[in-house]
């Protein structure tokens, strides 16, 4: 396709105003590329310290909402979005926060986002897909005999 001189300058004129309008709004506030729920500006000791709960909430490992890095066990791509287990983490994260923000925001110097009297394992239990209380109660009484 051969476009005239003068719109592919207008085209790359437009692309540059948009990325740098992008750019001007929303200026990167922490290391961090993809966090839409948790502060912008979470220190890396605290952001490590709330996945650790979801590891041991959950009974499962990074890797459960992370895309490793090819070629690497060990190394994940956390900004990277395709695994739908880390987009339904990331409404539970939202439902959490919004539980705690309306019902337990006793202490209004603290962040609603870190506050956990609600948290992961208060419905996980170390199980992914926490079981219903029937299922449960069905459990138990199993054990007992
Ligand atoms: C149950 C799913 C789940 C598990 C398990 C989990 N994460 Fe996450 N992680 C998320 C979600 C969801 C986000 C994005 C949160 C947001 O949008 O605010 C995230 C974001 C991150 C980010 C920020 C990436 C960026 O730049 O945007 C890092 C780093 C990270 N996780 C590290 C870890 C590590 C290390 C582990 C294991 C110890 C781990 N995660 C386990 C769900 C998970
Ligand atoms: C109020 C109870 C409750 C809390 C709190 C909760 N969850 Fe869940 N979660 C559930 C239930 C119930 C399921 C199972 C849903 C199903 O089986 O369809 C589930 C399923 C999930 C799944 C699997 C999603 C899927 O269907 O693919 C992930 C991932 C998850 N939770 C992450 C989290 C994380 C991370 C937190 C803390 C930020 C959290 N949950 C807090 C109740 C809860």
């Given amino acids: ?58 009974g499962e490992g990074c890797k459960f909402c992370h895309v490793p890095i090819e070629n690497s066990t060990d190394k994940f791509d956390y900004a990277n979005d395709s695994l739908p287990m880390k987009r339904n983490a990331r409404d ?22 870190y506050l956990n009297m609600v948290h992961c394992n208060t419905c996980h239990r170390g199980e992914a897909f926490p079981p219903e209380p029937d299922e449960k109660n069905e459990k138990r009484k199993k054990k007992k005999h």
């Fill in 92 to 113: 539970m994260i939202k439902m959490v926060i919004n539980i705690n923000k309306t019902y337990f925001y006793h202490k209004k110097e603290e962040r609603p986002e």
């Fill in 1 to 58: 396709m051969h476009l005239p001189r003068k719109i592919l300058t207008a085209i790359s004129v437009l692309t540059l105003l948009i990325i740098g309008g992008v750019a001007a709004v929303k200026p990167p506030k922490g290391p961090w590329k993809n966090l839409q729920v948790l502060p912008e500006d979470i220190s890396e000791e605290k952001l490590d310290s709330i996945m650790e709960s979801y590891n041991n909430a959950l």
